[in-house]
Nanobody, 121 residues
Framework: QVQLVESGGGLVQPGGSLRLSCAASGSIFRVNDMGWYRQAPGKQRELVALITSGGSTNYADSVKGRFTISGDVAKNTVFLQMNSLKPEDTAVYYC???????????????WGQGTQVTVSS
């Protein structure tokens, strides 16, 4: 079983910054990529940023230039530095990992429990 634990959410004023952390643990043979998604009330969950084991990154257009994903996928750790936050960034942020639990199993997608980010004055 693979577990993901996020931390770092909270309340911040517009223009402020937050840093989210995510660590995967449990039975993990290999992780292909890790990412951050978010879901605002009444909206679908959407990709925020993704990082692969090779270090390639991908961002939603709405966060490019403001958010930075980093970490070591091989060590099952990923971070999301969020700068110049806007009220529209308010959402529950979820970490996920595309992981292989054992050498004999295929890849599956695992999710954390989510952490609330609220941007408000």
């Amino acid at each position: 079983q693979v577990q993901l634990v996020e931390s770092g959410g909270g309340l911040v004023q517009p223009g402020g910054s937050l840093r989210l952390s995510c660590a995967a643990s449990g039975s993990i043979f290999r992780v292909n990529d890790m990412g951050w998604y978010r879901q605002a009330p009444g909206k679908q969950r959407e990709l925020v940023a993704l990082i692969t084991s090779g270090g390639s990154t991908n961002y939603a257009d709405s966060v490019k230039g403001r958010f930075t994903i980093s970490g070591d996928v091989a060590k099952n750790t990923v971070f999301l530095q969020m700068n110049s936050l806007k009220p529209e960034d308010t959402a529950v942020y979820y970490c996920n990992a595309h992981a292989q639990p054992s050498a004999r199993s295929g890849y599956d997608l695992y999710w954390g429990q989510g952490t609330q980010v609220t941007v408000s004055s």
